[in-house]
């Protein structure tokens, strides 16, 4: 299947690893070219070699979506070395474990700040450009727990909530102007992020890593594992493209059947 994004330019937040990185290559095997952000440089170096070896220019960009200025910074980056931006993939993002009355105005403020206003800056300059253009594709991360929050993560679960409901605002305005707005929701797919987080909680139960992420597996996976980064990338890659053309304003599910409903086993 010919995707037709061949020479595009796609903008990736926490493009150097996980769910991110897996997304950049996923599109440049389509011949898409790719600039990406993350707060570390080593791993942005890696990460923007391995798209390069795909045959497509890649630009990589130390950032910190969190920060206003350095997501100024990115867009004009992006966009003096490329000339424009056609698909946009909000995806930097982090965790930590806490419950609804434990969680500081810090920690609330930190996970709205990355999860729903990164992307509102990002949107507010690119969308403009993609109007021009007359075709854009935003694919904002959202989460199994944007759609049915789970435990230990509540700031976390109420950002991405808002990242959904965002991401229908700019459907409804722009979808006309050729632009596809979409949230992606992934349940458990084994990134670094559910490392941390399963350390956490290991730590807290007397129990290991692994114990953590078996039983979180069993519970939370009609599939009983975690995805692979890729097969998350791979649907992002297809949102992207023009295959996805009358998709917007809408989740995407990759959760392994998380969300299908609830077994009672006797």
């Known amino acids: 299947m010919d995707l037709g994004i061949k020479g595009k330019v796609a903008l990736i937040s926490g493009g150097n690893r996980g769910i991110g990185k897996a997304t950049a290559l996923e599109m440049a095997k389509e011949g898409v070219n790719i600039a990406i952000t993350g707060r570390d440089e080593t791993d942005l170096t890696a990460a923007a070699e391995e798209i390069r070896a795909q045959g497509v220019e890649a630009l990589s960009l130390k950032a910190d979506m969190e920060v206003a200025a350095e997501v100024e910074n990115v867009i004009a980056k992006t966009c003096e070395t490329f000339g424009r931006i056609d698909i946009l993939f909000n995806n930097a993002g982090h965790s930590h474990p806490t ?3 434990e969680a500081t105005d810090e920690e609330w403020a930190s996970q709205l700040n990355i999860h729903l206003m990164a ?3 990002t949107c507010r300059l690119i969308i403009p450009k993609m109007i021009e253009q007359k075709w854009g594709r935003i694919i904002n991360m959202s989460s199994m727990y944007g759609i049915a929050p789970g435990t230990g993560v509540p ?6 909530a808002a990242v959904i409901n ?3 605002s700019i459907a409804l305005y722009y979808s006309k102007d050729g632009i596809c707005a ?4 992934p349940g458990l797919i084994h990134t670094e992020i559910w490392d941390k ?3 956490n909680v290991a730590a807290e139960l007397g129990k290991t890593r692994q114990d953590i992420l078996d039983s979180a597996a069993d ?3 009609a599939i009983k594992r975690y995805a692979r980064p890729d097969e998350v990338g791979k649907v992002v890659t297809f949102l992207a493209s023009e295959c996805a053309s009358y998709m917007t304003g809408c989740t995407v599910q990759v959760d392994g059947g998380a969300l299908a409903g609830i077994e009672i086993s006797f």
Do not use: M
């Not at 979409?182 to 929701?185: G, L, P, Q, S, V």
């Open 197 to 199: 987080f399963a350390d």
């Open 119 to 121: 992307c509102v800056r």
């Open 99 to 101: 419950t609804p009355i």
């Open 166 to 168: 965002y991401t229908r």
């Open 155 to 160: 700031d976390y679960n109420a950002a991405k």
């Open 182 to 185: 979409t949230a992606i929701c």
């Open 219 to 221: 519970q939370a996976s």
